[in-house]
């Protein structure tokens, strides 16, 4: 029977204008390694802030292990580590005392604490570097202890925010190793990361979002068979949504379908065409206005499977590269 350990319902949070989190739903089961993919901005640190209760929700409901976040704040936070985007440690303590501390505030003490501490260490790795300060570490080792920090306490559900940034690909190997171990001894995980390389490598459930929104949701192969039938543009109009004629865009050679969104245009398109800059011409040549272009497709040629991308800017933006990213493949995509 499949236990759901995070539940979002109706999520939305807004900062003034922006609608970081916009409306949305999620269930992530126990044992998943679940991946959140989006460029920056997409409201990916938005929606895990509101899971670990550090950012107050707008509209929307939370449950973790059956238990209200809104009701049951505390209980619920014993049984999470979060692995924030900051590296979050005091370069005044050595690791071992680092490890303590943040282990510490989840009510461990005594002999236990400092077992549980070594423990977290050896799992990253660092145990060697206990008595160190982390201030002379590289980026990658101090990640690496970011992680340390997390799990400790042995949470069930352990939150990492883009644990990768700016380190190496030997630290980034042993941090991509360790998630799954984690999750191996037990733990469930949510990773966001704006590398689809990473998802993929290590992810059993993909949620893809972008201008707070989930825009695709499923296993690798629930997204890869969405990829390889055809490809998706979905464009995001800001400006001129009435000059739109979904007739006019069937019209493209190799358009399958168009649907109007909530100010999205989806249009499907057979992935045997290369029309994807027609598609977007018409948006030009129409006047019409768009704060995003995402192609959700797959390669012609296909080596490396799916492809994602995306490219911001109002009329004028940079549409070039962006024909160019939907249209070419044989590249890992990561986000411009
Ligand atoms: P990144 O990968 O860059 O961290 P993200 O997907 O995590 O991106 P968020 O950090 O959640 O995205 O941001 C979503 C949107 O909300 C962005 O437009 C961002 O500028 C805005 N935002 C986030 N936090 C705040 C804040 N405290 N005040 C105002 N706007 C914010």
Request: charged share 25%; glycine share 10%.
């Amino acid at each position: 029977m499949f236990v759901s350990i995070v539940r979002i319902s109706q999520l939305t949070k807004k900062y003034g204008d922006v609608i970081a989190v916009d409306n949305i739903s999620l269930e992530i089961q126990e044992g998943e390694i679940f991946g959140l993919l989006g460029p920056n901005g997409a409201g990916k640190t938005t929606t895990i802030n509101m899971i670990t209760g550090l950012v107050s929700m707008d509209r929307g409901d939370i449950w973790i292990l059956g238990k209200e976040i809104k009701r049951s704040a505390q209980e619920v936070k014993r049984n999470i580590g979060v692995v924030p985007q900051d590296i979050a440690i005091y370069e005044d303590l050595t690791c071992l005392e680092n490890v303590m501390f943040f282990a510490s505030l989840y009510g461990l003490r005594g002999a236990e604490l400092k077992k549980r501490a070594e423990e977290a260490l050896e799992f990253t790795g660092l145990l060697d570097r206990a008595k160190s300060f982390p201030r002379d570490f590289s980026g990658g080792m101090k990640r690496r202890l970011n992680i340390a920090c997390a799990i400790a306490h042995r949470p069930k559900l352990i939150i990492m925010d883009e644990p990768t940034i700016g380190i190496d690909t030997q630290s980034r190997s042993h941090i991509l190793q360790s998630v799954k171990l984690l999750n191996e001894m037990g733990s469930t995980i949510i990773y966001t990361s704006h590398y689809m390389e990473e998802v993929e490598e290590i992810c059993t459930r993909v949620a893809i979002m972008d201008h707070g929104k989930i825009i695709a949701e499923g296993t690798q192969d629930e997204l890869k068979s969405i990829v390889t039938d055809k490809n998706s543009v979905w464009i995001s109009v800001s400006g001129g949504m009435d000059k739109i004629s979904q007739s006019k865009l069937k019209e493209i050679n190799g358009v399958l379908s168009v649907e109007i969104d909530d100010g999205t245009v989806k249009i499907s398109t057979s992935k045997d065409v290369s029309n994807l800059h027609k598609i977007i011409l018409y948006f030009v040549e129409n006047d019409i206005f768009y704060a995003s272009a995402v192609g959700i497709g797959c390669n012609t040629a296909p080596a490396k499977g799916s492809f994602f991308c995306r490219c911001d800017g109002e009329f004028g933006g940079d549409i070039g590269l962006c024909c160019r990213l939907l249209c070419h493949s044989g590249i890992p995509l990561r986000y411009s």
